[in-house]
């Protein structure tokens, strides 16, 4: 199986920060990954997918980047609303789809 | 707008069988664009994925639990179901369902959640 690592596990930034989040893959997934918001107590939501694009009616501030087996999620302006917990999603080598394990993110 | 909702027991017994249903509203469980999947997610911890489904009744099943799981599906209720036997308290869990892509698996649509719990 593939394993997916999040760094880091949580993060706490101020309101207008720039936040970036990590997911390396254990093995080459291509641009196979996506990322998911989710605030407790509801169900993820999908913010981007195949690496890098963005869902529908998701604000621009959200933006993912990378290939092969390290991937970036960026929040490029922290705002209140984007308390919660994100996910990275591998798809590349199936079954099984793998998760990371998740990275709080927390407002100072 | 799709919606996907769970149901089924909210308790069951060690050793017994867990079965949820999934019921599909809003649009078409026989889309050829589709898999349907349930993802599990144990208190205070990460996502799991269980299994997909595609309407014909293609399955895959992540490995880790294959020999206790069971995806069904039923086109004509527009719903799809788990079925996850022998259960211990380790499968206490918000369990999901949620729409797959089918070119690109992504997980675009999710259920609200619901918690069972294993315990006698």
């Known amino acids: 199986d593939i394993q997916m690592t999040q760094s880091p596990s949580s993060l706490s930034a101020s309101v207008g920060d720039r936040v970036t989040i990590t997911c390396q893959a254990s093995?080459?997934?291509?641009?196979?990954l996506n990322w998911y918001q989710q605030k407790a107590p509801k169900a993820p939501k999908l913010l981007i997918y195949?690496?890098?694009d963005l869902e529908s009616g998701v604000p621009s501030r959200f933006s993912g980047s990378g290939s092969g087996t390290h991937f970036t999620f960026t929040i490029s302006s922290l705002q209140p609303e984007d308390i919660a917990t994100y996910y990275c999603?591998?798809?590349?080598?199936?079954?099984?789809?793998?998760f990371g394990q998740g990275t709080r993110l927390e407002i100072k | 707008q799709l919606q996907l909702q769970e149901s089924g027991p909210g308790l069951v017994k060690p050793s017994e069988t867990l079965s949820l249903t999934c019921t599909v509203s809003?649009?078409?469980?026989?889309?050829?664009?589709?898999?349907w999947g349930w993802i599990r997610q144990p208190p205070g911890k990460g996502l799991e994925w269980i299994g997909s489904?595609?309407?014909?009744?293609?399955?895959y099943y992540n490995p880790s639990l294959k020999s206790r799981v069971t995806l069904s599906v039923d086109t004509s209720k527009n719903q799809f179901s788990l079925k996850l036997t022998s259960v211990t308290a380790a499968d206490t869990a918000v369990y999901y369902c949620?729409?797959?892509?089918?070119?690109?698996?992504?997980?675009?649509?999710w259920g609200q959640g619901t918690l069972v719990t294993v315990s006698s």
């Open positions: 949620a729409r797959l892509g089918f070119t690109v698996t992504y997980l675009d649509s």
């Open positions: 809003g649009g078409s469980i026989s889309s050829s664009n589709y898999y």
């Open positions: 489904i595609y309407y014909s009744g293609s399955t």
């Open positions: 093995q080459d997934i291509s641009f196979g």
């Open positions: 195949n690496a890098s």
């Open positions: 999603q591998q798809y590349h080598n199936l079954p099984p789809i793998t």
